[in-house]
Antibody
């Protein structure tokens, strides 16, 4: 069965960086991309970016451009999201999700359990 | 402020039907496919509908999706207390070159 298992919760100081991992299993890793979505406490979903695990090419939300990097390691079927220069409003649950994105169709069919990143103010 | 607009909340009685709207523009819903997600309290989102009206395996046919112009609608029939959740629409925005979501709709089954 398809599973995405994310790394554990993190507490980071303002200005630091965080790197969240997402290990996929139950399918051929390079057949689907990986999206990253975050959700601040009590708020809605915010798309952060997507990576084609086949080509390694990423695509980022403009609001996070320059602070976020998404990578993937096909040898371990693991995707990573690094967010730099953390601020208190980056406090959120970060989700990875298996994604399809082509021809105007962009959706995520399996999601990780989420990783809480806390940045104290 | 979300790019896609959803009502903050909807409610209906068990067994009844409810619809949730999602309004966008020509750069997103108007030219791309819409997906819908259900998020139960304290859990990750779950895909309910993709490509406007397709259901993934395991999603009951009580859930349906449609799209017309720059708006989309999620329909849920035979409401159950277990359907109480937040529902989000999402799509690709060709101008922003990003996935955009609605602000979410909280469904209460009275």
């Amino acid at each position: 069965q398809v599973q995405l298992v994310q790394s554990g919760a993190e507490v980071k100081e303002p200005g630091a960086s965080v790197k969240v991992s997402c290990k996929a299993s139950g399918y051929t890793f390079t057949t689907y991309g990986i999206s990253w979505v975050r959700q601040a406490p009590g708020q809605g979903l915010e798309w952060m970016g997507w990576i084609s695990t086949y080509s390694g090419k990423p695509n980022y939300a403009q609001s996070l451009q320059g602070r976020v990097t998404v990578t993937s390691d096909t040898s371990t079927s693991t995707a990573y999201m690094e967010l730099r220069s953390l601020r208190s409003d980056d406090t959120a649950v970060y989700y990875c999700a298996r994604g399809q994105c082509s021809g105007g169709s962009c959706y995520s069919d399996f999601w990780g359990q989420g990783t809480l990143v806390t940045v104290p103010s | 402020q979300s790019v896609l607009t959803q009502p903050p909340s909807v409610s209906a009685a068990p067994g009844q039907k409810v619809t949730i709207s999602c309004s966008g523009s020509s750069s997103n819903i108007g030219h791309n496919y819409v997906s819908w997600y259900q998020q139960l309290p304290g859990t990750a989102p779950k895909l309910l509908i993709y490509e406007n009206n397709k259901r993934p395996s395991g999603i009951p046919d009580r859930f349906s999706g449609s799209k017309s112009g720059t708006s989309a609608t999620l329909g849920i029939t035979g409401l159950q207390t277990g359907d109480e959740a937040d529902y989000y629409c999402g799509t690709w925005d060709s101008s922003l070159r990003a996935v955009v979501f609605g602000g979410g709709t909280k469904l209460t089954v009275l």
